[in-house]
């Protein structure tokens, strides 16, 4: 009688093993493979060495990065193990002594007291979230039986990691280490270890930035499991106790934040984007950038560009002086490059022969047909070397060069190279002062041309393995031309580490019409650095030139640039180079164009201001109109100034004068010089009425 109610225990528990069995088979049947088919990740743009400069969150709005055993911490792995699932490496994703011991525990005590979910458990939980519920734990159970069949243990646990929750919306260990620890997750301390081992437990009640007390007592509970563990000593769980809890999430890393955000749309789906970048040569030109956004007038920011002369990579890349100020990639906007074209227009008449450094020029006031361009500073030196021209930014002689290059055949080169420079109709002979449009990134590149002996590569932004192909921007002998007759920059006082021979920094300034865009381009032997400087909105600005707004931006920046060349001196010479004084020249090479003061002298003078048939506005007050500057070039000096027939007064040797008109009219302007030769202009003088 006694083995009655033996034999129903069991027939009853064979029962429920058969239903608990048939009703795993079903769910095995019925429920959806428990492997993710693609978990969305955080974007990282991270630099050259990895280091990341710009996390982007997933589009459901987490930091979640996807985590590696090789690359984490192998003692919080084992710590980690030995808190959650001590059997993790050998259970088949259910722990059956587990639940047993768990089973047991809530019998003996009426309430539970331990759980039996395994890290494969809860990865299936974190996969797909259900009700903590027992037809939930079945269906977890079913699972991770499933889970483990199809994914290694390895796999299995760097999902885990991935995905385990640790506050707010912070998924991961790597997620998590960055924004509580400011350090990637190759490394913890006990304090550390213990505190990311307790947070997915409870992730929101846990949360050291918003409740520390409480964060404290759960990584007070996983140091002591871990001390009786013998995974640390009783020393070590004692200093760990009393390490601060950390007090606040760091900041989203946010260096570069307008390459970032092109290259995250460029490289859609992409969740590792690497680029050209230095990490900490982006962080030193981000704090220079800072601290000269403070320094500039309100409205305007600038822009800036390093880039490695031997790869064509760009190092470092800041798309305005402040994103919060301008949220646009400035180093792409298209803007007037004022003078920092004429080097290449040099170039492009050292390449074709008709002009030396030591050739000269004649800078004196002439117009081009109807274009009738003057020197920045309203100056004129005479005949003048094409070396001291350009180093000046003379424009006068570079519009001169550009007339007999053409146009036209700088546009073609360029574009050649791939280079667009943006006009309406066609640039003409304004292209030399900056009549079209270009960008930074453009020039830079230009400029790194120059560094290497006229040899053109298209920048890089990704870090690519294989090279890109050389074009020509110009010959070596002309490249090295131009890089002998730019200014060099010099050191200030305070930073010395741009002097040295082999570091010699070449540069060229820019101005734009109306003060709009002040630009600076330098390169050494190592790096190419572009400045620019303006308002985003490309509106006028006030004093703002390349010499005083961009320049100081270039050495700085060079100065805080290591310097990694082996050579010293200068480079040799390439072949042809004419290393000569003006003495020495060929003949054809004296004279530009064939001009000599003799020939020039002997040509009739030439009223080019005012222009023929224009009207001109002299108001500045009702009663004391303005001054009317009149220019002219050529002839023999001395000058008779006539106006309607009238001396304006005794001669002079100067081609400039000024006259104060008498009234609103047609006037009539004569030039005569001493042979007899005459020049003669009619303009309107009108004056518009002064409000009292």
């Given at each position: 009688?006694?083995?009655?109610?033996?034999?129903?225990?069991?027939?009853?528990?064979?029962?429920?093993?058969?239903?608990?069995?048939?009703?795993?088979?079903?769910?095995?049947?019925?429920?959806?493979?428990?492997?993710?088919?693609?978990?969305?990740?955080?974007?990282?743009?991270?630099?050259?060495?990895?280091?990341?400069?710009?996390?982007?969150?997933?589009?459901?709005?987490f930091w979640r990065l996807p985590a590696r055993l090789q690359k984490t911490d192998p003692e919080f792995i084992d710590q980690l193990l030995a808190y959650e699932d001590k059997r993790f490496w050998t259970h088949p994703g259910v722990d059956l002594l587990a639940v047993a011991r768990a089973t047991l525990q809530t019998l003996a005590s009426g309430r539970v007291v331990s759980g039996a979910s395994t890290l494969t458990m809860q990865t299936v939980r974190l996969l797909e979230p259900r009700p903590r519920t027992i037809a939930g734990?079945?269906?977890?159970?079913?699972?991770?039986?499933?889970?483990?069949?199809?994914?290694s243990k390895q796999a299995i646990l760097e999902l885990y990691l991935s995905l385990a929750p640790y506050g707010g919306n912070i998924q991961g260990i790597e997620a998590a280490s960055h924004f509580y620890f400011h350090a990637a997750a190759t490394h913890f301390t006990p304090s550390q270890a213990a505190l990311l081992i307790s947070l997915p437990q409870s992730p929101e009640s846990r949360r050291p930035d918003l409740h520390p007390l409480r964060a404290k007592r759960a990584r007070q509970g996983?140091?002591?499991?871990?001390?009786?563990?013998?995974?640390?000593?009783?020393?070590?769980?004692?200093?760990?106790?009393?390490?601060?809890?950390?007090?606040?999430?760091?900041?989203?890393?946010?260096?570069?934040?307008?390459?970032?955000?092109?290259?995250?749309?460029?490289?859609?789906?992409?969740?590792?984007?690497?680029?050209?970048?230095?990490?900490?040569?982006?962080?030193?030109a981000e704090a220079i950038a800072a601290q000269v956004q403070q320094e500039l007038p309100?409205?305007?920011?600038?822009?800036?560009?390093?880039?490695?002369?031997?790869?064509?990579?760009?190092?470092?890349?800041?798309?305005?002086?402040?994103?919060?100020?301008s949220q646009l990639d400035l180093t792409r906007a298209i803007r007037s490059p004022g003078s920092t074209l004429k080097p290449f227009i040099y170039g492009l008449a050292f390449e074709q022969g008709r002009l030396h450094p030591e050739t000269r020029i004649l800078d004196r006031p002439r117009r081009f047909d109807a274009y009738g361009p003057a020197n920045f500073d309203g100056n004129y030196h005479g005949w003048i070397s094409a070396r001291q021209a350009l180093q000046q930014s003379l424009n006068i002689p570079a519009v001169q060069v550009l007339e007999h290059v053409g146009p036209q055949r700088l546009l073609s080169r360029f574009s050649q190279l791939g280079v667009a420079l943006h006009y309406q109709k066609y640039p003409g002979l304004s292209l030399a002062l900056g009549g079209v449009g270009c960008s930074l990134q453009d020039l830079v590149a230009?400029?790194?041309?120059?560094?290497?002996?006229?040899?053109?590569?298209?920048?890089?932004?990704i870090l690519k393995r294989e090279p890109t192909k050389n074009e020509k921007l110009l010959s070596p002998l002309a490249a090295w031309y131009v890089d002998a007759s730019l200014p060099t920059l010099p050191a200030s006082a305070n930073q010395p580490g741009i002097g040295g021979r082999s570091n010699t920094v070449r540069f060229k300034t820019g101005t734009s019409y109306g003060f709009r865009d002040a630009w600076a381009v330098g390169y050494n032997r190592d790096y190419t650095v572009g400045i620019w400087v303006g308002r985003p909105d490309g509106g006028y600005g006030k004093e703002t030139t390349g010499a005083?707004?961009?320049v100081p931006v270039l050495r700085r920046v060079f100065a805080s640039l290591p310097q990694t060349s082996s050579l010293d001196g200068d480079a040799a010479p390439p072949p042809g180079v004419l290393l000569v004084d003006y003495d020495q020249l060929p003949a054809h090479l004296q004279w530009f164009a064939g001009e000599q003061p003799d020939t020039f002298a002997a040509r009739k003078p030439k009223i080019y201001f005012p222009v023929d048939g224009?009207?001109?506005?002299?108001?500045?007050?009702?009663?004391?109109?303005?001054?009317?500057?009149?220019?002219?070039?050529?002839?023999?000096p001395p000058f008779y100034w006539l106006i309607n027939g009238r001396p304006l007064g005794p001669a002079t040797s100067d081609s400039v004068a000024a006259y104060t008109p008498q009234g609103p009219g047609q006037t009539q302007i004569t030039l005569i010089d001493s042979k007899g030769k005459r020049d003669s202009v009619a303009v309107w003088l009108e004056t518009r009425p002064v409000d009292n």
């Open positions: 009688m006694a083995s009655k109610p033996v034999w129903r225990v069991l027939h009853v528990t064979c029962i429920g093993l058969t239903l608990l069995l048939g009703a795993c088979w079903f769910l095995d049947r019925i429920l959806p493979s428990p492997v993710p088919e693609e978990v969305a990740w955080s974007t990282r743009v991270v630099d050259r060495q990895g280091e990341i400069l710009r996390l982007f969150t997933t589009d459901d709005g734990k079945l269906v977890e159970m079913v699972q991770a039986l499933r889970l483990e069949r199809s994914l996983v140091l002591h499991r871990l001390r009786d563990s013998g995974l640390l000593s009783t020393e070590d769980a004692q200093l760990a106790a009393l390490q601060p809890i950390p007090a606040k999430r760091y900041p989203a890393p946010f260096s570069a934040p307008q390459l970032s955000q092109s290259l995250r749309r460029e490289y859609a789906g992409n969740h590792r984007i690497t680029t050209t970048l230095n990490y900490k040569l982006q962080k030193k309100s409205g305007k920011t600038l822009a800036l560009l390093v880039v490695d002369n031997q790869t064509r990579q760009i190092l470092v890349h800041v798309g305005s002086g402040d994103f919060q100020t230009l400029y790194s041309g120059l560094a290497n002996n006229g040899d053109y590569q298209a920048l890089q932004t005083n707004t961009a224009s009207t001109l506005d002299l108001t500045e007050t009702a009663k004391n109109p303005a001054d009317l500057a009149l220019k002219s070039y050529g002839g023999t």
